[in-house]
């Protein structure tokens, strides 16, 4: 994180020059490194979701006095209205991530006063709200494929579709990871800001 | 949003004094009045999510001879993980924003250096968090209710349970603009940061 402010009377010209530069460069080597454990974190989440799908068979009563038939069912994360929007959802801050952490190093590796500290801030922002509200949305779809709701009379499904289940809570996981670090570079941008304007 | 910053050589010490409180106080009047809103919104929602609850009769086929019997059911927000996380969700939210905004009036009123900006800042942003994942868990349950699913044999139940639908919609809705609110007030709290930094 960058806090040089300017010192006067010691090379003023210098100093304002390099805290322009920190004002337009955001976070820093622990940004950079955040964002591309974010960008890793959100590519395996998608992916994992994104190939989910498991073929398995089901005994199905035809007639009551013959044994049942065993039929093929699949369960697919098409299938699922949330767990579209969270590969989705993942995809796109996956290529966000990759776009701001080369803004960040580009800003870094050029020094020009390219004040990218608020716009990117706002981008992070952005991605707390997608990330969660995906994981809100997948979180209580994987609930109900556990438990089923018994009041309306849905079954749940993790019981028959065991791997497609276990698969779909790693990438909930991993991306509930990548929301979190997305929050702690919202938090480190106001942190950093706060101590910019002291 | 104040941007008042030390003028040098102006009434110095003043100047620093204004400044200091300036960084201390939450963005103002009108962050002030949005939290005011965000109160009544989050309020709102969850009152109107608490008390949804709807009894309807249904025709229940016992013999297929015979006329089917009327069933009286019941649909409760409680019966819905998602829901019950929605009404409890927004309350937080609620008792959040009337706490940040008695800070903020108090910071105002005793003109005190109370450094408020940054921990508000990162409150609000828990608030984004918290609403976003509420949000996203109650409209995959509420598209479920209107649409259901068919891969997975979950019969849609919103017309059945219409006017609980609807109830439920208005309080989603009422929380997603609070969401909106939190969203501001955090990209404010940057923007108000960033200008006392240059």
Same mark, same amino acid.
């Given at each position: 994180?960058?806090?040089?402010?300017?010192?006067?009377?010691?090379?003023?010209?210098?100093?304002?020059?390099?805290?322009?530069?920190?004002?337009?460069?955001?976070?820093?080597? =622990?940004?950079? +490194? %955040?964002?591309?454990?974010?960008? $890793? /974190?959100? !590519?395996? *989440?998608?992916?994992?979701?994104?190939?989910? &799908?498991?073929?398995?068979?089901?005994?199905?009563?035809?007639?009551?006095?013959?044994?049942?038939?065993?039929?093929?069912?699949?369960?697919?994360?098409?299938?699922?209205?949330?767990?579209?929007?969270?590969? =989705?959802?993942? +995809? %796109?801050?996956?290529?966000?991530? $990759? /776009?701001? !952490?080369? *803004?960040?190093?580009?800003?870094?590796?050029? &020094?020009?006063?390219?004040?990218?500290?608020?716009?990117?801030?706002?981008?992070?922002?952005?991605?707390?709200?997608?990330?969660?509200?995906?994981?809100?949305?997948?979180?209580?779809?994987?609930?109900?494929?556990?438990?089923?709701?018994?009041?309306?009379?849905?079954?749940?499904?993790?019981?028959?579709?065991?791997?497609?289940?276990?698969?779909?809570?790693?990438?909930?996981?991993?991306?509930?990871?990548?929301?979190?670090?997305?929050?702690?570079?919202?938090?480190?941008?106001?942190?950093?800001?706060?101590?910019?304007?002291?």
């Amino acid at each position: 994180m960058e806090t040089s402010r300017v010192k006067p009377g010691l090379n003023g010209v210098e100093g304002q020059k390099e805290a322009t530069q920190a004002a337009g460069k955001p976070l820093g080597l =622990v940004g950079e +490194a %955040l964002r591309a454990f974010a960008l $890793a /974190l959100t !590519l395996v *989440a998608a992916v994992v979701m994104g190939l989910d &799908k498991q073929t398995t068979t089901v005994p199905f009563q035809v007639v009551p006095t013959l044994p049942p038939l065993q039929v093929a069912v699949t369960a697919k994360w098409s299938h699922s209205s949330a767990f579209k929007y969270f590969v =989705v959802a993942n +995809a %796109l801050v996956c290529i966000y991530s $990759a /776009l701001s !952490l080369l *803004a960040s190093l580009l800003t870094s590796a050029r &020094k020009k006063n390219l004040s990218l500290a608020v716009p990117i801030a706002i981008g992070d922002l952005i991605m707390v709200a997608v990330l969660f509200s995906t994981i809100g949305a997948s979180m209580d779809f994987g609930l109900l494929g556990m438990h089923g709701n018994s009041h309306l009379r849905w079954n749940k499904v993790c019981n028959v579709y065991g791997k497609f289940c276990e698969k779909a809570i790693v990438a909930i996981a991993l991306s509930s990871i990548g929301a979190l670090v997305f929050f702690g570079l919202v938090v480190l941008s106001i942190i950093s800001l706060h101590k910019r304007s002291k």
